[in-house]
T-cell receptor, first 115, second 108 residues
Framework: ETGVTQTPRHLVMGMTNKKSLKCEQHLGHNAMYWYKQSAKKPLELMFVYNFKEQTENNSVPSRFSPECPNSSHLFLHLHTLQPEDSALYLC??????????????FGPGTRLTVL | LAKTTQPISMDSYEGQEVNITCSHNNIATNDYITWYQQFPSQGPRFIIQGYKTKVTNEVASLFIPADRKSSTLSLPRVSLSDTAVYYCLVESGNQFYFGTGTSLTVIP
């Protein structure tokens, strides 16, 4: 138990569906992250939020839309996904994002399958 | 880019010391190196972090040479429960460069 929870743990959706992934951290952190983990590839940083403000968007397609209503919650809204978007989506949090060492705490991930 | 490179897999017997090396040739002056452990169906878990020379905690040691172009995670006396994938991460500015991970299998 890392203090970061993600729901759902598994999700199967069609290409025309709209769904959302939820992440919640109970650590009092100010930075939250979305990563994509595909088989045999490094973790890919998607988005970074620092004090509820998005500070990084690594050229992620617009079919992925993040939302951070407060420092404890992070959402990833999904629409018109492609089969190649199937992956493990990991949420992480840290005390304060930025260009200094900052340990990230990861949630268990959501295994997404796009049919 | 502070790209990281790791061996794909390693095997070790129980009770042995395991050293996993990560190459990061383009590491910048202010970049930190962090290692994570990941079990199946779980998110990565922090193991150790360092900037230079040697860092040791209750589970591992991290060796970083003077040029910082590589780092070595050392796991003393591994057990079966250490079977996992180990990732090195270089934090460079607001970017995070994970390696592809090293799958460690501990053999009885």
């Amino acid at each position: 138990e890392t203090g970061v929870t993600q729901t759902p743990r598994h999700l199967v959706m069609g290409m025309t569906n709209k769904k959302s992934l939820k992440c919640e951290q109970h650590l009092g952190h100010n930075a939250m992250y979305w990563y994509k983990q595909s088989a045999k590839k490094p973790l890919e940083l998607m988005f970074v939020y620092n004090f509820k403000e998005q500070t990084e968007n690594n050229s992620v397609p617009s079919r992925f839309s993040p939302e951070c209503p407060n420092s404890s919650h992070l959402f990833l809204h999904l629409h018109t996904l492609q089969p190649e978007d199937s992956a493990l989506y990991l949420c992480a949090s840290s005390q304060e994002g930025g260009p200094r060492s900052d340990t990230q705490y990861f949630g268990p991930g959501t295994r997404l399958t796009v049919l | 880019l502070a790209k990281t490179t790791q061996p794909i897999s390693m095997d070790s017997y129980e009770g042995q010391e395991v050293n996993i090396t990560c190459s990061h040739n383009n590491i910048a002056t202010n970049d930190y190196i962090t290692w994570y452990q990941q079990f199946p169906s779980q998110g990565p878990r922090f193991i150790i972090q360092g900037y230079k020379t040697k860092v040791t905690n209750e589970v591992a040691s991290l060796f970083i040479p003077a040029d910082r172009k590589s780092s070595t995670l050392s796991l003393p006396r591994v057990s079966l429960s250490d079977t996992a994938v180990y990732y090195c991460l270089v934090e460079s500015g607001n970017q995070f460069y994970f390696g592809t991970g090293t799958s460690l299998t501990v053999i009885p």
